[in-house]
């Protein structure tokens, strides 16, 4: 099996991301973030998304819906039923041909899926710590495939989104984030812990165990994307005023325009 073949298999299984991090670029990672440390003869890592879709986020952005829209849709189903089904399916495809496929949802098994993700040429990490993609922006999870399959990689692809952009930032009511000298903006995780403002906690194996993707600062940089990416929709997302609760749970509305709105 080729990468070619490899990847029309991936999106015959529902993968709308499919890149390829072949074993240079990961080799001398180390410890647990090494592929590996898991498969000793592992020469490719295939990573592959399926996107969040824009109306999972949509009960959060209302503050009227937090659990079967954004918990399931966006996180929970999406991630251990539809996402996962995709990588199964990929790594029987893999092994029908002769090679090992070792699937993977990489919090668990202690990998860098972020890092992996940019190695694949899907993009990269934007300013407030999201994984941003052409395709997506922010809105998509990942999975990873491990194969002794030698197959052609992807050019790692940085996304240029952040230039000139705070949404993120600005959108946090509780301050969370601040620019620092490093690329990205520094983000107070124990203030993101106990945040009302849409925050959710990632599933025990998932890479995104402080999952912000439908936070405040997760819809702002949606918002800031929206003409941007590749998915487009006819109506903008951002309708009514901006709700956040400050840490006491008490709950303050901002007209559109103030708060990460357009
Ligand atoms: S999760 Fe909440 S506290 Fe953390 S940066 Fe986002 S909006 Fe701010
Ligand atoms: S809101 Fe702007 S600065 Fe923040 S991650 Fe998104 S694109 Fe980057």
Same mark, same amino acid.
């Given at each position: 099996?080729?990468?070619?073949? @490899? ?17 240079? $670029? ?56 539809? @996402? ?22 990489? #919090? ?7 890092? @992996? ?5 899907? &993009? ?9 993609? $052409?395709? !997506? ?10 194969? *002794?399959?030698?197959?052609? #990689? *992807? ?5 240029? !989104?952040?230039? #000139? ?17 490093? &690329? ?17 906690? &990632? ?52 007209? @559109? ?6």
């Amino acid at each position: 099996m080729d990468a070619k073949t @490899l990847k029309e298999e991936a999106r015959r299984a529902g993968a709308e991301l499919v890149g390829i991090a072949p074993a240079y $670029r990961w080799e001398k990672w180390p410890g647990t973030a090494n592929p590996r440390n898991i498969q000793p003869l592992c020469q490719s890592v295939i990573v592959l998304g399926r996107s969040i879709v824009r109306g999972a986020l949509r009960g959060v952005e209302e503050g009227t819906n937090f659990g079967s829209t954004y918990h399931e849709y966006g996180k929970s189903w999406n991630e251990r039923t539809f @996402l996962i089904r995709t990588i199964h399916q990929v790594a029987h495809a893999i092994e029908a041909a002769g090679a090992e496929a070792v699937p993977l949802l990489g #919090g668990g098994a202690g990998m860098d899926t972020k890092a @992996l993700a940019r190695e694949a040429g899907l &993009g990269s990490v934007g300013k407030g710590g999201f994984f941003l993609t $052409r395709e !997506f922006g922010h809105r998509q999870r990942f999975g990873l495939i491990l194969t *002794d399959l030698v197959l052609e #990689g *992807d050019a790692p692809a940085d996304v240029d !989104f952040c230039d #000139g952009c705070d949404a993120c930032l600005k959108a946090c009511p509780l301050s969370a984030m601040a620019h620092s000298d490093g &690329g990205l903006f520094s983000l107070n995780t124990q203030i993101c812990g106990v945040c009302q403002n849409g925050k959710f906690d &990632g599933d025990a194996l998932s890479y995104e165990r402080l999952d912000r993707i439908a936070a405040a600062c997760g819809r702002a940089c949606m918002v800031a994307l929206e003409d941007r990416i590749d998915n487009k929709f006819h109506e903008t997302f951002r309708k009514r005023s901006i709700w956040t609760r400050d840490l006491n749970g008490r709950v303050a509305l901002h007209p @559109l325009a103030t708060k990460g709105g357009k």
